[in-house]
């Protein structure tokens, strides 16, 4: 059974207390989210710990922003898959387009991110997403195929079947801009048939692909509305309960 997930991505914002206050908001007002849809927060690194205690018993789930390509060691500033897991993640998000830009990250070292994070048990959220450039160009089904194909592709099925996918086209993350629900609708259903080809029909039909960029209350209905969007990542919005609330609500 294919999950809706609605995942806020606060990137690197709040203090520890206001993502505390925004964790226990967050709690206090999710009642009339529909039980089947799974909230997810992932606050930056130092917030694990408190935000975890916050949401401990509610439903929210906790994911962290990036994991290291490493099991452990020398590698001063990382943080490894196990130390995540030993906190309470349950999910990791990996390989968004910032990581990605400012941060070199490439499908080689996201190979080695995803294995770990599996082996920990923790469940990716691997985004992939075109530059404006290379959709102008008409290049955006190449470029998402080739984020898939070399970062997904040496995975077993059994373990794409613990894979979440988010599509944020780099056009649309934080720009207020969003993909239409046509682009949206049709580059999700170029995903799944991607990961169709490549590990059969059930897993495909079964992996949550989530949409990502200046998703906000008032485009999420009609986003999720779609057949193959399946939830959310969400960036700014996500930083005010109100608006991360009504996003998983209009589900
Ligand atoms: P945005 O960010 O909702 O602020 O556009 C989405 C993301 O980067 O995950």
């Given at each position: 059974?294919r999950?809706?997930?609605?995942?806020?991505?606060?990137?690197?914002n709040?203090?520890?207390?206001?993502?505390?206050?925004?964790?226990?908001?967050?709690?206090?007002?999710?009642?009339?989210?529909p039980?089947?849809?799974?909230?997810?927060v992932?606050?930056?690194?130092?917030?694990?710990?408190?935000v975890g205690?916050?949401?401990?018993?509610?439903?929210?789930?906790?994911?962290?922003?990036?994991?290291?390509d490493?099991?452990?060691?020398?590698?001063?500033?990382?943080v490894?898959?196990?130390?995540?897991?030993?906190?309470?993640?349950?999910?990791?998000?990996?390989?968004?387009?910032?990581?990605?830009?400012?941060?070199?990250?490439?499908?080689a070292?996201?190979?080695?991110?995803?294995?770990?994070?599996l082996?920990?048990?923790?469940?990716?959220?691997?985004?992939?997403?075109?530059?404006?450039?290379?959709?102008?160009?008409?290049?955006?089904?190449?470029?998402?195929?080739?984020?898939?194909?070399?970062?997904?592709?040496?995975?077993?099925?059994?373990?794409?079947?613990?894979?979440?996918?988010a599509?944020?086209?780099?056009?649309a993350?934080?720009?207020?801009?969003?993909?239409?629900n046509e682009?949206?609708?049709?580059i999700?259903?170029?995903?799944?048939?991607?990961?169709?080809?490549?590990?059969g029909a059930?897993?495909?039909?079964d992996?949550t692909?989530?949409?990502?960029?200046?998703?906000?209350?008032?485009?999420?209905?009609?986003?999720?509305?779609?057949?193959?969007?399946d939830?959310?990542?969400?960036?700014?919005?996500?930083?005010?309960?109100?608006?991360?609330?009504?996003?998983?609500?209009?589900y």
């Amino acid at each position: 059974m294919r999950r809706k997930i609605v995942a806020g991505n606060w990137k690197m914002n709040t203090t520890v207390a206001e993502g505390v206050a925004l964790a226990k908001e967050l709690v206090a007002n999710m009642g009339e989210v529909p039980a089947d849809v799974n909230m997810v927060v992932a606050p930056p690194f130092v917030h694990l710990t408190s935000v975890g205690e916050a949401i401990r018993d509610s439903k929210i789930a906790l994911s962290a922003q990036n994991c290291a390509d490493q099991p452990k060691g020398a590698f001063t500033g990382e943080v490894a898959a196990a130390m995540l897991a030993g906190i309470g993640c349950q999910y990791v998000i990996l390989g968004h387009s910032e990581r990605r830009q400012y941060y070199g990250e490439t499908s080689a070292t996201l190979v080695p991110k995803i294995k770990l994070a599996l082996e920990n048990g923790l469940q990716p959220i691997y985004c992939v997403g075109e530059m404006l450039s290379e959709r102008e160009a008409g290049n955006h089904f190449n470029v998402v195929k080739a984020q898939i194909e070399e970062v997904l592709f040496g995975l077993t099925a059994e373990q794409m079947g613990h894979i979440v996918i988010a599509y944020e086209p780099v056009w649309a993350i934080g720009t207020g801009v969003t993909a239409t629900n046509e682009q949206a609708q049709e580059i999700h259903a170029f995903i799944r048939k991607t990961i169709a080809d490549k590990f059969g029909a059930r897993i495909a039909d079964d992996c949550t692909i989530l949409y990502g960029g200046s998703c906000k209350p008032s485009n999420a209905k009609e986003l999720f509305a779609c057949p193959d969007i399946d939830g959310g990542l969400i960036g700014g919005a996500s930083l005010k309960a109100a608006d991360f609330i009504a996003i998983a609500q209009s589900y």
